[in-house]
């Protein structure tokens, strides 16, 4: 049987023959803010379709179609526009989780939905998921204030993945830059480097020991 990019990754351990999700009862608010983006979806070759999606949709999009597969567009191929990119829509938990398990159906390799798969049967996951993607409103003045804004997104995620920092992929850059900091004082803390807390990251980055970074 053929695996699906970034399956095993996800679920290290996990019998893809038997995988289910116990069915929880929880207690959680039902309303949640979703964050509309532009993506460009890698569906082979020869296909690759720009659309709108909720930022929280794109774990799902890459479980059809692979790792990777979803980029979030920032300069909008001729012919799409701005119009209500990065704005909140206030949705309904439980129809929204119903909504992505009809929309994405069942997981090609587990006996569970894309939807369950993703968020670990959890609606409570969703909607944290909601607030890790969104919003981005206001970001930029906080993330230039301490110097920080010349990194792009890109490079904030290349600086996680070289210091081996985990993080969400789908995160906007104000949370990654978040992850970045935290990531980078506790690597100091471990190194016995002293710092300032309120320095850049580009600042506590050049801070860590040969080696380090």
């Keep these: 049987m053929g695996t ?31 964050r509309r983006v532009h993506v460009l979806v890698d569906r082979g070759p020869m296909e690759k379709i720009p659309t709108t999606v909720y930022a929280h949709e794109i774990p799902c999009l890459e479980i059809q179609h692979g790792e990777g597969s979803v980029q979030e567009l920032t300069d909008l191929p001729e012919g799409m526009d701005y119009d209500e990119i990065g ?24 006996n569970v939905s894309v939807c369950e798969y993703v968020f670990h049967g959890r609606k409570d996951n ?29 490079e904030i995620q290349a600086r996680l993945a070289e210091l081996d920092i985990p993080f969400q992929k789908n995160a906007n850059k104000g949370v990654l830059l ?6 980078l004082a506790q690597l100091l803390d471990e190194a016995e480097v002293p710092y300032d807390e309120d320095a850049s990251v580009e600042v506590l980055y050049h801070l860590l020991p040969k080696g380090e970074a």
């Design 4 to 34: 699906t990019p970034g399956v095993l990754a996800r679920a290290p351990g996990v019998d893809v023959q038997r995988a289910t999700f116990p069915q929880i009862q929880e207690n959680v608010m039902t309303d949640i803010n979703a």
């Design 87 to 110: 704005e909140l829509a206030s949705l309904d938990l439980d129809e929204e989780w119903s909504r992505l398990i009809a929309k994405y159906g069942r997981h090609p390799e587990l």
């Design 126 to 154: 969703l909607r944290k998921a909601c607030d890790e993607a969104g919003p981005q409103a206001e970001e930029s003045d906080a993330i230039d204030a301490d110097g920080d804004g010349n990194l792009s997104k890109a």
């Design 178 to 183: 978040e992850t970045l900091r935290d990531g």
